[in-house]
C-alpha cells in the first residue's frame, strides 16, 4: 500500500551553533516511519516526549536538522513560499485548545470559510455552499454559522476546528490531542465523527494522543515515543495485547 507519510532519520535539535556553550536539546532523534495512505495511526507518549515537535515536521513548521520528511510523495522539508503554501491545502491539523484555534472575533461561518478563501477555492456562492455542506457533515446546524466561539460549547467548538481543517479536502489531517480537553461522553462523540469522517473522505490520520485508551479506539496502529524517540510500532491489537517496551508497559499500566 501506498505510504501518504515517509519520516527518514528525523532529528530535530534546539539549541546547536558555533556560539552556543550548552550541549543542544534533542527533540527528536533519528525518527523513521511511515504511514499507509487512509489509515489512521496513533502517536502515544508522555508529555515531552517529542509528539507534537513530530506533528510540526510532517505540517512543514519545523524544518528537521537532519533527515527527509516526504508526504505524498513530496519532500515537505525543501518546501518554500508558494509550494509550501499549496501544501498545506493538504495537510490540516485540530489542535488541543479548541477555544484558541478559533478567533473570537470571527464568526463560526466566517472561520470554517477562511481557509477557502486563503486557497482561493470556488466562488463566493460555491464556497458558502461547501461551508454549509460542512457544518452538515460535522453534525451541526446551518443557523451556528452566525455565532462567535464563546456562545458554543466545548464540543461544538471542536466540531468547527473539524469543519474547517477538513472544508479544504485534506488528504492528510494531524489530530493533535483533539478530545483530551473534552467529556468522556463528548469525546466518545469527537472520536465517532472523526472515524466516520476518515472513511466518508478517504483520510490519511496521524492521532496525537497521551491516552492510549482513546489510541485504541481509532488507530490502526501505533508508536510509542520516548524521548525524543519511536521505541516500539505495532498494529493496535498487537501492542496491547504483546508490549514489547518497558516504556509501553509502564503507560499500558498506569491507564
Same mark, same amino acid.
Given at each position: 500500500?501506498?505510504?501518504?507519510?515517509?519520516?527518514?532519520?528525523?532529528?530535530? +535539535?534546539?539549541?546547536?551553533?558555533?556560539? &552556543?556553550?550548552?550541549? $543542544?536539546?534533542?527533540?527528536? @532523534?533519528?525518527?523513521?516511519? *511511515? /504511514? !499507509?495512505?487512509?489509515?489512521?495511526?496513533?502517536?502515544?507518549?508522555?508529555?515531552?516526549?517529542?509528539?507534537?515537535?513530530?506533528?510540526?515536521?510532517?505540517?512543514?513548521?519545523?524544518?528537521?536538522?537532519?533527515?527527509?520528511?516526504?508526504?505524498?510523495?513530496?519532500?515537505?522539508?525543501?518546501?518554500?513560499?508558494?509550494?509550501?503554501?499549496?501544501?498545506?491545502?493538504?495537510?490540516?491539523?485540530?489542535?488541543?485548545?479548541?477555544?484558541?484555534?478559533?478567533?473570537?472575533?470571527?464568526?463560526?461561518?466566517?472561520?470554517?470559510?477562511?481557509?477557502?478563501?486563503?486557497?482561493?477555492?470556488?466562488?463566493?456562492?460555491?464556497?458558502?455552499? +461547501?461551508?454549509?455542506?460542512?457544518?452538515? &457533515?460535522?453534525?451541526? $446546524?446551518?443557523?451556528?454559522? @452566525?455565532?462567535?466561539?464563546? *456562545? /458554543? !460549547?466545548?464540543?461544538?467548538?471542536?466540531?468547527?476546528?473539524?469543519?474547517?481543517?477538513?472544508?479544504?479536502?485534506?488528504?492528510?489531517?494531524?489530530?493533535?490531542?483533539?478530545?483530551?480537553?473534552?467529556?468522556?461522553?463528548?469525546?466518545?462523540?469527537?472520536?465517532?465523527?472523526?472515524?466516520?469522517?476518515?472513511?466518508?473522505?478517504?483520510?490519511?490520520?496521524?492521532?496525537?494522543?497521551?491516552?492510549?485508551?482513546?489510541?485504541?479506539?481509532?488507530?490502526?496502529?501505533?508508536?510509542?515515543?520516548?524521548?525524543?524517540?519511536?521505541?516500539?510500532?505495532?498494529?493496535?491489537?498487537?501492542?496491547?495485547?504483546?508490549?514489547?517496551?518497558?516504556?509501553?508497559?509502564?503507560?499500558?499500566?498506569?491507564?
Amino acid at each position: 500500500m501506498k505510504a501518504m507519510v515517509c519520516l527518514q532519520d528525523v532529528t530535530v +535539535r534546539f539549541g546547536s551553533g558555533v556560539l &552556543r556553550r550548552r550541549a $543542544p536539546h534533542v527533540a527528536l @532523534e533519528a525518527i523513521s516511519l *511511515e /504511514i !499507509s495512505e487512509g489509515a489512521t495511526h496513533g502517536l502515544v507518549g508522555e508529555s515531552g516526549s517529542g509528539k507534537t515537535t513530530l506533528g510540526r515536521v510532517i505540517l512543514g513548521l519545523q524544518v528537521p536538522t537532519f533527515g527527509r520528511a516526504y508526504i505524498d510523495g513530496t519532500d515537505v522539508t525543501r518546501l518554500r513560499g508558494p509550494e509550501m503554501r499549496a501544501f498545506r491545502r493538504h495537510v490540516q491539523c485540530v489542535f488541543q485548545d479548541s477555544a484558541a484555534s478559533l478567533d473570537p472575533r470571527m464568526t463560526l461561518g466566517a472561520s470554517v470559510r477562511e481557509g477557502l478563501d486563503i486557497h482561493r477555492i470556488g466562488n463566493s456562492d460555491e464556497r458558502e455552499e +461547501r461551508v454549509r455542506d460542512m457544518l452538515a &457533515r460535522v453534525g451541526l $446546524p446551518r443557523a451556528i454559522a @452566525e455565532r462567535y466561539p464563546h *456562545e /458554543i !460549547s466545548g464540543g461544538q467548538r471542536q466540531r468547527i476546528n473539524i469543519a474547517r481543517s477538513l472544508v479544504l479536502e485534506p488528504r492528510l489531517l494531524i489530530a493533535d490531542e483533539p478530545v483530551s480537553a473534552l467529556d468522556v461522553s463528548v469525546q466518545a462523540q469527537v472520536l465517532d465523527l472523526l472515524a466516520d469522517l476518515r472513511q466518508q473522505m478517504g483520510l490519511t490520520m496521524l492521532f496525537v494522543s497521551h491516552d492510549l485508551m482513546v489510541i485504541r479506539e481509532i488507530c490502526d496502529s501505533v508508536s510509542v515515543m520516548k524521548a525524543g524517540r519511536i521505541v516500539e510500532t505495532a498494529a493496535t491489537g498487537t501492542l496491547f495485547r504483546s508490549p514489547r517496551h518497558k516504556a509501553t508497559v509502564a503507560l499500558l499500566e498506569a491507564l
